[in-house]
């Protein structure tokens, strides 16, 4: 049974930090390309962070370039988003997801909520 499970969530200031995990099971982690999306209250889920099976790549939404940054530990099959100077906007919904081609799993979600 494939599971992937977020935490690291919470409420959090303006200008704070957070680090989301998202731990795997289930699967062969390494063989899967990553992504962190999120999807705020009224707002169309978007693609936050994408990272490669790897790790050697990431790309970012420019929204969060400079502020927010991607990891894995591949023999712990953990994913990780480092959130840096959050704001109010980045409030949402964070899952993760994870990709082989066709094959494509995705997390429950952990809540975020930037506020003062």
């Known amino acids: 049974q494939v599971q992937l499970v977020e935490s690291g969530g919470g409420l959090v200031q303006p200008g704070g930090s957070l680090r989301l995990s998202c731990a795997a099971s289930g699967i062969t982690f390494s063989r899967y390309a990553m992504n962190w999306h999120r999807q705020a209250p009224g707002k169309k889920r978007e693609l936050v962070a994408a990272i490669t099976r790897a790790g050697d790549s990431s790309i970012y939404a420019d929204s969060v370039k400079g502020r927010f940054t991607v990891s894995r530990d591949n023999a712990d099959n953990t994913l990780y988003l480092q959130m840096n100077n959050l704001k109010p906007d980045d409030t949402a919904v964070y899952f993760c997801?994870?990709?082989?081609?066709?094959?494509?799993?995705w997390g429950q979600g952990t809540q975020v909520t930037v506020s003062s």
């Open positions: 997801q994870a990709v082989d081609g066709q094959d494509n799993y």
